[in-house]
């Protein structure tokens, strides 16, 4: 293999090097996205819960009077 080519092939191993470096970063980067959203997924769960047992019992007390005005 003459110089010209060896220098090639180095520079080729070089940026693919780099290229695998890279995208090691992003997959990293991706996995620790992923686990940001899954957590938000989670409180955005739990808070859509969190409202609905509120209102349900602000249903409850709103409705209440009524039902005891009916009643009677």
Known sequence: M???SEK???YLYSNLSK???RLNSNFEQLNKNMAVLKKQ??????LALS????????KDVFDQPNNQSSKQ
């Not at 409202?51 to 602000?58: E, I, L, N, P, R």
């Open 19 to 21: 290229q695998l470096s």
């Open 51 to 58: 409202q609905a047992s509120m209102f349900m019992g602000a």
């Open 41 to 46: 997924a989670e409180l955005s769960q739990r």
């Open 2 to 4: 003459d110089q010209q």
């Open 8 to 10: 090639r092939r180095e």
